[in-house]
């Protein structure tokens, strides 16, 4: 059978042409990677909660994969959804089939499970009952997560994902998950999700032609992830604090972006200026959520009559952006993320 090879330093593995690609996503942007997937070419072929199940053009997309992706991995194996039951579990691990030579990897392998829904059981017994199962089949010796148990470096990352209806068995070709950055060498409190900025670049936009602002940049991730989505726009990222602006400056490497210390509630910035404002403020948890009032006064200033601001917030900020009368929302998007429900705002000046 033909293959596509994806490779990176840690894993060579071929791959059926023909393999389907189980997609993950950040809860509330599975619409917006679905997106991305079809304008690449590939097929989806459904959307569930965190998951887009993909039949990809020419096995690219495991070479070039979506950015607002978590995770993406080649399906080896799929068996109904065993549901709540614990003996359904492990006989649905056992009926998998062989999973075939061309999935043969490192001698060790580790599993990692998400399902949705209620079960009688945990995300590691999930791991178990399918890696023992793969044991079984020779593919290499499972390494359990459960008691703290933490895999070799190079141990093949197998994935389990149950959505109601399907149990898909897969092996991820990268040697971690893809919401990992390569780049990001440094966080700051409150760094955003990379997913996620990537999501809130794509919703604003960008032209080459455009001025493109994070006033509350942390450690860059919104600019960085916009560069990579349009090159040719020029970027500026402020932050209050010179430890955060340093930390960007480090993980941007060579990147053509502007990075001085600033406050968001007083941009060194000409009126009507700015094509683009692309931000996450502080969620109210170690500041103030009443600071946004300040910072969307500013901002209105400095965005130009036929801007775009697009803004993650908080529960506790919506609040203040929805009673603004000088902003008009355009569209909102939940999320879940880090344990809490922010929505990206987009908003244009009135
Ligand atoms: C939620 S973090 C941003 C995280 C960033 N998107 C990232 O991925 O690293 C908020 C940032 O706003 C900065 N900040 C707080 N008050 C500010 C102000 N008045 N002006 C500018 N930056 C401010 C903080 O220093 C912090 O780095």
Not at 86 to 108: F, I, M, N
Not at 250 to 255: C, I, K, L, M, V
Request: glycine share 8%.
């Amino acid at each position: 059978m033909s293959s596509a090879r994806v490779s990176d330093a840690l894993y060579r593995y071929h791959f059926p042409l023909d393999s389907k690609v189980v997609v993950r996503a950040t809860t509330g942007l599975e619409q917006l990677v679905a997106t991305e997937v079809t304008a690449a070419g590939h097929s989806v072929e459904g959307v569930s909660k965190r998951q887009i199940n993909v039949s990809p053009a020419a096995g690219s997309i495991l070479t070039r994969p979506p950015r607002l992706a978590d995770d993406a991995f080649a399906v080896a194996a799929q068996v109904p959804d065993p549901g709540p039951g614990r003996v359904p579990l492990w006989e649905s691990a056992d009926s998998l089939g062989q999973v075939g030579r061309a999935w043969v990897g490192p001698p060790t392998f580790a599993v990692s499970a998400s399902f949705v829904g209620r079960r009688n059981y945990s995300r590691f017994d999930i791991e178990d009952a399918v890696g023992r199962a793969l044991s079984r089949q020779g593919i290499g010796s499972y390494v359990s997560r459960r008691n703290g148990g933490v895999p070799p470096r190079d141990a093949a990352p197998w994935r389990v994902t149950l959505d109601g209806s399907t149990m898909y068995v897969g092996l991820r070709p990268f040697p971690a998950p893809l919401h990992r950055r390569p780049w990001r060498a440094r966080t700051v409190p409150g760094s955003l999700h990379p997913p996620v900025a990537a999501a809130m670049a794509r919703l604003a936009g960008i032209d080459s032609h455009h001025t493109v602002v994070d006033p509350c940049c942390g450690a860059g991730t919104i600019l960085i992830e916009a560069h990579m989505c349009a090159p040719a726009a020029g970027f500026v990222g402020r932050d209050i604090a010179p430890s955060a602006i340093a930390i960007a400056r480090h993980n941007s490497g060579g990147r053509p972006i502007e990075w001085k210390r600033g406050d968001a509630s007083a941009c060194d910035v000409p009126p009507h200026s700015v094509d683009r404002i692309i931000t996450n403020p502080p969620w109210g948890i170690r500041q103030r959520a009443g600071d946004l009032a300040t910072f969307l006064t500013e901002w209105h200033r400095v965005i130009r009559p036929d801007g775009l601001l697009v803004v993650l917030l908080d529960e506790a900020q919506e609040r203040v952006m929805i009673r603004r009368r000088d902003w008009a929302l355009t569209a909102t998007y939940p999320l879940s993320v880090a344990g809490r429900h922010p929505r990206i705002f987009l908003a244009v000046p009135r």
